[in-house]
């Protein structure tokens, strides 16, 4: 199993890395421009739907080795891009109020886009979860109440949000 595995992280790694620094070079989270933010937004949904999927067959046919860094690191690679993704939907949204919006049509427009970005963050963010990811891995994951961790696709966003949580985990791993 772990040849199969290393494998297909040899095969698959530049992939997942091209895609990744695909996402991270074109940010179309701060434009106006919605049909743009349309175009942009499609291709990098197929680019995270295809991850998404690599992920669920990688985690299935790798389960006895999960614990291993190189598949971690592996598993890492392809939840950052798809956390990339996420991440850039919510900046959107945020950055394009609706409620400011004069014109009907492109209220009504920004309100669907909107709808789209929200069921495709919780249905990425859902079968992420799914697959149970649980390391015990310090890096992985920030304990929050008692053993239970923040899955590590939203690791880079909660510490941006909270930059106090570095300084936590750093304590916390200190201690033990």
């Known amino acids: 199993m772990a040849n199969f595995v290393q494998d297909y992280i040899k095969s698959n790694k530049s992939h997942i890395e091209d895609y990744k620094d695909y996402l991270e070079g074109k940010d179309w989270s701060m434009t106006r421009e ?3 933010a349309k175009k942009e937004y499609s291709i990098q949904s197929t680019i995270v739907k295809s991850v998404i999927t690599d992920l669920k067959y990688f985690v299935k046919k790798a389960e006895a080795v999960l614990e291993h860094k190189y598949v971690i690191d592996f598993i890492e690679l392809m939840t950052s891009t798809i956390d990339i993704f996420n991440r850039r939907c919510e900046v959107y949204m945020s950055v394009n109020d609706w409620t400011t919006e004069q014109d009907d049509d492109k209220k009504n427009k920004l309100l669907q886009f909107f709808d789209k970005l929200r069921r495709e963050i919780t249905d990425n963010t859902d079968d992420v979860i799914a697959l149970n ?6 890096n992985l994951g920030i304990k929050i ?3 239970k961790k923040i899955p590590f696709l939203f690791r880079d966003m909660m510490e941006e949000m909270f930059p106090q949580l570095i300084e936590a985990k750093d304590e916390y791993h200190n201690i033990e």
Request: zero cysteines; proline letters at 0%; hydrophobic letters at 35%.
């Open 133 to 138: 990811l649980d390391f015990d891995v310090n």
């Open 34 to 36: 919605i049909e743009y």
């Open 145 to 147: 109440h008692g053993d």
